[in-house]
């Protein structure tokens, strides 16, 4: 069975830093390109950040671009996302996505609760 277990979210105010951690059991790690996506208070679901499974490609959106940091680790299965400078904009839901890079398996983590907040 395949899960996505994330952790690390919370109340933080203008400014601080939080770190999102994603680790996944059941699949094959190192063969899936891992995302982050939010989802704020009456927005859509949109992709914060993404790192391929193959050659380890980075990309982000336009609006958290040299403020957000995802990265991976292999060896325990876990992705990250490093948020700095946190605006009450960045305030949302936090999910985690991996998708197979050799078929069309996808799966979602729980979801973790980020507040930017004075």
């Known amino acids: 069975q395949v899960q996505l277990d994330q952790s690390g979210g919370g109340l933080v105010q203008p400014g601080g830093s939080l770190r999102l951690s994603c680790a996944a059991s059941g699949l094959t790690f190192s063969t899936y390109s891992m995302s982050w996506y939010r989802q704020g208070p009456g927005k859509e679901r949109e992709l914060v950040a993404t790192?391929?499974?193959?050659?380890?490609?980075?990309n982000y959106a336009d609006s958290v671009k040299g403020r957000f940091t995802i990265s991976r680790d292999n060896t325990r299965d876990t992705v990250y996302l490093q948020m700095n400078s946190l605006k009450p904009d960045d305030t949302a839901v936090y999910y985690c996505?991996?998708?197979?890079?050799?078929?069309?398996?996808?799966?979602w983590g729980q979801g973790t609760q980020v507040t930017v907040s004075s």
């Open positions: 790192i391929s499974a193959v050659d380890g490609t980075i």
């Open positions: 996505k991996a998708v197979s890079y050799y078929n069309t398996r996808q799966y």
